[in-house]
């Protein structure tokens, strides 16, 4: 039974518990400032928005705190229920111990969200768990070529030696409290004490806890990020790639198709008129005649160039020259520039490019999934193998990468090749030619250009290049362009300015070397024999950088073709169309194949009876009048875009799973 006399121990240790609860509040809301201060300068906002950005920011960090002290509030609890006076000589102790270990646990994640939000502008996805999938030795040099890991040793040492500190100074036996409350007021304390732990760690009560459901705060997307707390965004990101690993995940339930598919496809096809006996039948389509195309059989090369997001090429200038030699070919060719990314990752926009799908929301990759050993029907390789092409694909680095050799070799790809065979075929080694990652462009582009010049029949090849991508690290003989920033472009770079410059360094030399195989390809033979279409995975430079319109610019890339004469379409191409990744081969198969048979989610560029969308899966749509974020559709082609989104990742779900084994 409780005593009297013993109460004030366990109110002076409850008391020292808040004291501990306000402190990391505070040391949480340092956090947030400091995103706020780095990346927020460009923000819209009313000083009502930041208030309530705050507060919730607050209500979000007292929520996983409680999750943290809910453990030791109710041992506390138990021993003055049991009257257990023996443990309470051990309790301090203890209690030191279990909030160094998970208060450590906590600030370790706090810092690899901050880490990952200075690289990607979001706070941690489920991307991050692909780090153990990665080549790990690469990203340990990209960090330590990236970062000063020395200083940010010795700061981490710096910051845990105080945060250890406060916490001993925090929770040391005091007598500050000497209340001899009787039983019922003891109790009525403890369940008062219990009641605000348990509200705190909901964080709300309505109907849905505050984590689950996190409202908008502003119109503006960096203030409506603001606020996630970085052990809430790590744990939705475990969850979302434990999911995607164990074979559980149902994108047609989560894009609210379960049990209606048909209705699904009827809004993906834009056409109540469905073949409902064999859904898949209607994503069957056959390219126009081409009689061009039948006769010439041209080769077919799409590259695929690492983070080219054009956002930046809108201050390309004489002084600021980025685009370098690719300049010319973007304003002679056709270039779409409407065009998004269908995700923010390499792999997880490489994979639904080749298997001309959208790329799927909080999925891991393929390659690294239950579907590592399926052979994709409606992979775009195929159908050029089919057409009697040969087929390659080459990797400017290291095929066992996210597994991607072996998978992209049951994909319709007769060779797969990386760095090894790009090095051999000119007699050097790999590493006297390579950065962290893989070749220098310039060797993968010479690598494809001799490949082309000895063929002997069609080729379709598909090319994924690794500069632009930290470390940033580009040949020492490379003479860069100028690239001087001016003063509109400072004010829209955040972050440490020397590694924006290192960045666009790097940008600049994949560009120029994009542009110099373009050059070579135009002043040779085969401009009269092939097909180049260029593209990237992401724009990954959107975490460095603010815009002015979020949603319409943060995701664009480009989706160029360079096209013989004899293959241009008589009719003017779109290029404002809104389009993303699984467009692409739709769009070519048109140009490039005579009455050939494909399957694909997206849809053919040239074809002007459809509503042409782009999708991302972070949920970001572009549509004619813009971007925006999903479920966030204003004007009527929006909210067509917006319909047609879930309804293709249903689509998407269903094409899948028809040949999952």
């Not at 990209?142 to 916490?167: D, E, K, M, Q, W």
């Not at 039948?294 to 080769?299: A, G, I, L, V, Y």
């Not at 390809?521 to 995975?537: C, G, R, W």
Request: glycine share 4%; proline share 3%.
């Amino acid at each position: 039974m409780p005593t009297n006399n013993h109460f004030p121990f366990f109110l002076n240790l409850l008391f020292s518990f808040l004291k501990l609860f306000l402190v990391l509040l505070v040391f949480m809301l340092v956090s947030r400032l400091y995103l706020f201060l780095s990346y927020g300068a460009s923000s819209s906002f009313t000083t009502l928005e930041l208030f309530n950005t705050f507060l919730l920011g607050l209500r979000l960090d007292a929520s996983i705190l409680a999750y943290v002290f809910a453990p030791a509030v109710l041992l506390v609890f138990l021993v003055w229920l049991l009257n257990l006076k023996f443990l309470q000589k051990y309790l301090y102790n203890f209690f030191r111990a279990y909030f160094v270990l998970f208060l450590t646990l906590l600030f370790l994640i706090t810092f690899a969200d901050l880490t990952y939000f200075s690289y990607f502008a979001e706070h941690s996805t489920l991307m991050i768990f692909g780090v153990a999938d990665d080549d790990t030795e690469a990203l340990v040099k990209t960090a330590f070529a990236n970062y000063n890991i020395p200083l940010v040793g010795v700061g981490i040492f710096l910051f845990f030696s105080l945060f250890y500190f406060i916490i001993f100074k925090i929770l040391k036996e005091q007598k500050k409290f000497a209340a001899l409350w009787n039983l019922p007021k003891q109790a009525l304390f403890f369940i008062t004490v219990i009641a605000v732990v348990v509200l705190l760690g909901r964080g709300s009560v309505g109907l849905f806890p505050l984590a689950k459901d996190i409202p908008d705060v502003s119109r503006d997307p960096f203030i409506n990020k603001l606020p996630q707390t970085a052990c809430y965004a790590m744990l939705n990101s475990y969850e979302q790639y434990a999911k995607s690993k164990s074979g559980n995940y149902d994108l047609i339930k989560m894009a609210g198709y379960q049990g209606k598919i048909d209705k699904a496809f009827e809004i993906h096809m834009q056409n109540e008129n469905i073949n409902r006996e064999d859904l898949l039948s209607n994503i069957r389509y056959k390219s126009s005649h081409n009689e061009a195309a039948k006769e010439k059989n041209p080769n077919v090369v799409v590259v695929m160039v690492e983070s080219f997001g054009t956002p930046i090429l809108d201050y390309q200038s004489e002084n600021f020259n980025i685009l370098g030699r690719l300049q010319k070919h973007f304003k002679e060719d056709t270039l779409f520039t409407n065009f998004i990314s269908s995700s923010n990752g390499t792999i997880v926009s490489l994979e639904p490019l080749l298997l001309n799908i959208t790329a799927r929301p909080d999925s891991t990759s393929f390659a690294q999934s239950e579907y590592l050993n399926t052979s994709f029907k409606q992979a775009s390789a195929k159908v050029y193998q089919d057409a009697g092409y040969e087929t390659t694909f080459v990797y400017g680095g290291d095929l066992s990468w996210r597994g991607v050799g072996s998978f992209l070799s049951r994909q319709g790809f007769e060779h797969v090749e990386g760095r090894a065979a790009i090095a051999t075929s000119i007699g050097r080694d790999a590493q006297s030619i390579s950065h962290d990652w893989g070749v220098f462009d310039e060797h993968l582009y010479n690598y494809v250009f001799e490949k082309l010049n000895h063929a002997t029949k069609p080729q379709f090849i598909f090319v994924l290049t690794t500069n632009n991508h930290p470390p940033y690290t580009i040949p020492s003989d490379y003479k860069s362009n100028s690239l001087e920033i001016s003063q509109n472009l400072k004010e829209h770079i955040t972050g440490d300015m020397e590694l924006a410059k290192l960045r666009f360094k790097d940008y600049a030399y994949a560009l120029d070397m994009a542009g110099a195989f373009l050059d070579r390809v135009k002043n040779s033979e085969l401009s009269k024999k092939s097909v180049v279409a260029f593209t990237a995975d992401n724009n990954t430079i959107e975490g460095i950088m603010k815009y002015d319109d979020y949603y319409t610019q943060t995701k664009k890339i480009p989706f160029y073709i360079y096209l013989p004469p004899y293959l241009k379409p008589k009719e003017a191409i779109d290029t404002t169309l809104s389009s993303s990744h699984k467009d692409i081969f739709p769009t070519l198969y048109n140009l490039t194949l005579d009455e050939k048979e494909y399957t694909a989610i997206g849809t053919n560029l040239l074809d002007k009876n459809r509503v042409h969308c782009g999708f991302n899966d972070a949920g970001v749509i572009i549509a004619k009048e813009g971007g925006f974020k999903e479920g966030k559709a204003f004007t009527d082609e929006q909210k067509k875009c917006q319909e047609q989104y879930k309804a293709t990742l249903a689509v998407t779900e269903y094409l899948i799973k028809s040949q999952k084994k």
